[in-house]
Nanobody, 124 residues
């Protein structure tokens, strides 16, 4: 069974940092690209970042470019999202997602598997 489990969320002051992790079942992790999405209360789920299967190519939403970094360690079956210079508008539930295709994607429906989410709250 496919499992994606996020961790690392929490409460942080504006300007602070957090690192999210997503541990993935081995068969799923090695097969394709991964991504991070987020959903704030009353808003639709939105793209944050994506990374190819090899980790050689990444893409980011404009709102997080230069502040967030997506990476993966295939030997540990783990996806990461390093978040720096956090802002109150980054507050949301963050989800990791996996897809079978090897190239990244910026739309939610392109992903086949999802984690349960981890809450990130940034106070002003």
């Amino acid at each position: 069974q496919v499992q994606l489990v996020e961790s690392g969320g929490g409460l942080v002051q504006a300007g602070g940092s957090l690192r999210l992790s997503c541990v993935v079942s081995a068969r799923t992790f090695s097969s394709g690209a991964m991504g991070w999405f987020r959903q704030a209360p009353g808003k639709e789920r939105e793209f944050v970042a994506t990374i190819t299967r090899s980790g050689g190519s990444t893409d980011y939403a404009t709102s997080v470019k230069g502040r967030f970094t997506i990476s993966r360690d295939n030997s540990k079956n783990t996806l990461y999202l390093q978040m720096n210079s956090l802002k109150p508008e980054d507050t949301a539930v963050y989800y990791c997602a996996a897809r079978t295709a090897i190239w990244g994607a910026t739309i939610a429906r392109a992903y086949d598997y999802w984690g349960q989410g981890t809450q990130v709250t940034v106070s002003s």
